[in-house]
């Protein structure tokens, strides 16, 4: 690989893993003002925002990477849905809060898995990037494991919407490790993750909390993949246009 | 945990009422009130921030981090069951406190406090 190959690569990279915040704390920015108690409001407020902060320096640095002079801006608001390459768990629909806090948890779990190890990656951006998000996502994975016990140890009903949660993200979580070219050639020069790493110690922290929650490991019949070509759900459209038009109604606004 | 076990909490106290009417659960009511204190650096003490609901005391700590402690305000926080606190009345206010007014010689005034000194 030369060095022009190896730095778009490193930009795509750090693409996918920019596209999974941004669009998770979209996702989680649409809880303020409407979640149950005003100080899981704040919580949630937080969350996205630690989110949104890793989103703006992974598509920065994407954009700077793959040598397309792109900014955060331009990344996050000019492409097109086929130009999004995260994966289809982040893009769900909130659902109830239930199903929030599924996703959310097992997100958290595999950004923690993940983060933890490109702290050492050879390439020094990214490096320093995991290093400052990894804090946050422990408090993430470890703020919405504790809703996950509550709620699945908690009352029949609170039990019983917890179960459908995960019932709901589950479809989408092996997406979350699956490996390709990109990540193979990257993980192989020690600068990306091979997300098919992650599988197993992402899941073993994922298992022992259902299990203290007295919840089922669901068994999906079927799974969903494709995030990472830009093939997403019906719902990606939607929150994009939400995410996207007042940028491209006022193209160059400032506040 | 046992709190969890409160009906209230099963969707987050927004639920219309038990016989499905249409009026809201006055979510605030379902769970306790708690004091925070927080700790700006070590050396100083604890103080008073605020307020805010939990079921319990580990949630009450979590809120307290997100309600409280966004700004890097804290190094350390304290939450207290609010019923737990021992006030005393407005009413026994000239009790209490008039007598210390001219008695100004339990002032600490009479010692030279050198410069360059904090947090006396």
Redesign the interface.
């Known amino acids: 690989m030369n060095d022009v190959a190896l730095d778009t690569r490193v930009g795509d990279y750090a693409l996918r893993l920019g596209d999974d915040a941004l669009i998770l704390a979209q996702r989680t920015g649409e809880w303020i003002a409407a979640?149950?108690?005003?100080?899981?409001d704040?919580?949630l407020g937080?969350l996205a925002l630690d989110l949104l902060g890793q989103a703006r320096t992974l598509l920065t640095y994407a954009g700077r990477a793959d040598g397309s002079g792109r900014s955060e801006d331009d990344l996050a608001y000019f492409r097109d849905e086929r130009d999004f390459r995260n994966c289809q768990l982040v893009e769900l629909p909130n659902g109830?809060?239930a199903v929030t806090m599924a996703r959310l948890f097992v997100f958290a779990a595999y950004q923690y898995e993940l983060y933890s190890r490109l702290v050492d990656s050879a390439d020094e951006t990214l490096a320093a990037i995991a290093a400052k998000a990894l804090k946050e996502v422990a408090y993430h994975r470890d703020?919405a494991g504790?809703w996950v016990?509550?709620?699945g140890?908690?009352?029949d009903?609170?039990h019983r919407?917890m179960q459908a949660g995960l019932d709901t993200v589950w479809p989408y979580v092996d997406e979350l490790f699956e490996s390709d070219d990109l990540t193979r050639a990257l993980a192989a020069v020690e600068i990306a993750v091979d997300p098919a790493e992650l599988a197993d110690p992402t899941l073993s922290h994922v298992r022992a909390v259902l299990h203290d929650a007295t919840l089922d490991e669901p068994e999906p019949t079927n799974r969903h993949t494709g995030g990472r070509r830009g093939i997403h759900s019906e719902q990606m459209g939607y929150l994009l246009a939400e995410l996207q038009h007042l940028a491209r109604s006022h193209p160059g606004a400032q506040w | 945990m046992s709190s969890t076990r409160d009906p209230q909490l099963r969707d987050g106290g927004r639920s219309d009422g038990p016989e499905g009417s249409l009026q809201p659960t006055i979510a605030a009511s379902s769970w306790p009130l708690w004091e925070v204190f927080v700790r700006a650096r070590r050396g100083l003490s604890h103080v008073h921030v605020g307020s805010l609901h939990a079921p319990d005391a580990a949630m009450a700590l979590r809120n307290a981090r997100d309600v409280y402690t966004r700004r890097g305000e804290g190094v350390s926080i304290w939450v207290i069951p609010a019923d737990q606190i021992a006030a005393s009345s407005p009413d026994e206010k000239d009790a209490f406190f008039d007598p210390a007014d001219d008695k100004v010689y339990r002032h600490p005034t009479f010692y030279h406090v050198p410069e360059g000194v904090e947090h006396l």
Do not use: K, Q, V
């Open positions: 979640a149950p108690e005003l100080e899981e704040l919580a937080n109830d809060f703020h504790a016990r509550r709620l140890d908690g009352t009903e609170s919407r």
